[in-house]
Every structure is written in C-alpha cells, then in structure tokens.
C-alpha cells in the first residue's frame, strides 16, 4: 500500500494505531508495550555447495551436511559473542535440507533462516556475520565454490510504539474497560509489518493487544496445575468472540477519537 503511493493520494496521518489479539489475555482487557515491542525480522537462505560421493569413503568428497552442521553451530556464536548482552538478538536455522540416501552424500544442502533483532546496529551486525562465518567455513571445508546466501530484501522493520502515544492510550483503555482489565506486556521478538507505517512516516505509532480467552479459562492457566493456553496460530486457539471484538472495537473508537479532539 505505501508501495502503491497510499500517502502520496491520501493526506499524512498524525499518529499510525492498530491492534492485534493475544492469547495470553482475557476477553474483554487490553495489552500494552512501551518502545520495542516487535523486532526486525529478516530471512536468508543458504546453498552449500559440495563434492557428493559415497557414505563409505567421505575422504573422497566434500561433505556439504558437515559443513552445515558446523555453520549452524558458529552461527549462534554471533548473538553469544558479537552482539551486547543488552541487545537482543536471535538466529534461528528453521529448516535444513540435504541429501536422499543413507549411503549419499549430496552435492548440496539448503538453509533457512530467520533472524530478528530491534536496532539497525544489531541487524547490520547479524547478516554480516552470516555473511562472513558461513563463507569462511565453507572455505575451509574446501567446498568447491562459495556458497550462495540471499537475503530477503522484504524484510519487516521493527515496531517501536511511542512512549508518549502508549502512555495516553492506557489512560484512554483504563477508563474503559478498567485498570485490572489493562495489562503491561513485555517485548517480543516476533514481527509485524505494521511497523512500516510509522517508520515510513517518522509519525508516532502504536499496537497495541486485545485479549481473547474466557476469563475462567484464563484464571485456570494462571494456577500452579494450569494448563497454559494454546497460542494464536494454534489449532487448538479458540477464542471467546463477542467480548474480544467489542473490546477491540470500542477501545479503538475511544482512542482514535481522543487523538483527534487534540
């Protein structure tokens, strides 16, 4: 949509809102974070390129499954070692594909990855040492050429909801739905593309979240037995929907409509 030229037809917003369910969350109460609240999210694929031959004399060939195995292991050194413990960071290898036979070793083996982090700084750093650890090892590894590593150039930006704007909005959703009802959230490291709004724009943004359980449902996961509660693409994620909609509904009507008796 910004793509498409949305702000170059319409006029420039003010602030950027959303909001987003949560099952961790009863129906009928609202959650909030103040600054970082979703991270950078990238994607890279990785090719390692090998010499296949045959399980019984590795000697012979150049074995891209080893290779991979050590260039996952290096790569968690990056957040361990490179980045401050204060920035968060994460690699995360979600897939690996390689070889068809227990006796075979492949020509090649392809990587996955998603890698979040919250600053520009910490994201260079990231893909850099991707970049650089995954090239050197497969040099020396003797691979016979570099390997091939893309990066998605769609990645989502990370989300920083303003101080400033959350604090009003939860004055706004305590005196709806009650200062017990309005939670404080901690940050994640998921992503959400709604973030390109307010980046794009360099206008104060916010999401906020929007509870979903059954209230009985929600005390019960909060016990010592409780059993904790299915997460959102869960299969087993079953909301209560009349009260989350309402919620959602009118918390931001109220909002939208403060921000614009300013």
Known sequence: MIDDGLFERFPKPDYCLALHVLHRLPAGSVGFTSGWCHANMDSVD?????????????????DPIVTAAQVITALQTIVSRRIAPSDPGVITVGSIHGGTRHNIIPDEVKLQLTVRSYTDEVRKKLLDGIRQITTDICKTMRCPKEPLIVFDEGYVPAAYNDP???????????????????????????????????????????????????????????????????????????????????????????????????
């Open 46 to 62: 990785i090719t390692i390129y090998g010499k296949g031959g045959h399980g019984a004399r590795p000697h012979s060939a150049v």
């Open 164 to 262: 400033k704007l959350t604090a009003a909005a939860v004055d706004v959703f305590r005196n709806l739905v009650g200062k017990g009802m309005v939670f404080e959230m901690p940050p994640t490291m998921g992503a959400e593309d709604f973030s390109h709004y307010a980046r794009t724009l360099k206008v104060p943004g916010l999401q906020y979240r929007v509870g979903t359980v059954s209230l009985v449902r929600y005390e019960n996961s909060l016990k010592a037995d409780g059993k904790s509660l299915p997460s959102l693409h869960s299969a087993l994620f079953y909301p209560k929907p009349e009260a989350a909609i309402q919620t959602a509904l009118e918390s931001m009507a109220h909002l939208a409509i403060g921000l614009l008796h300013e």
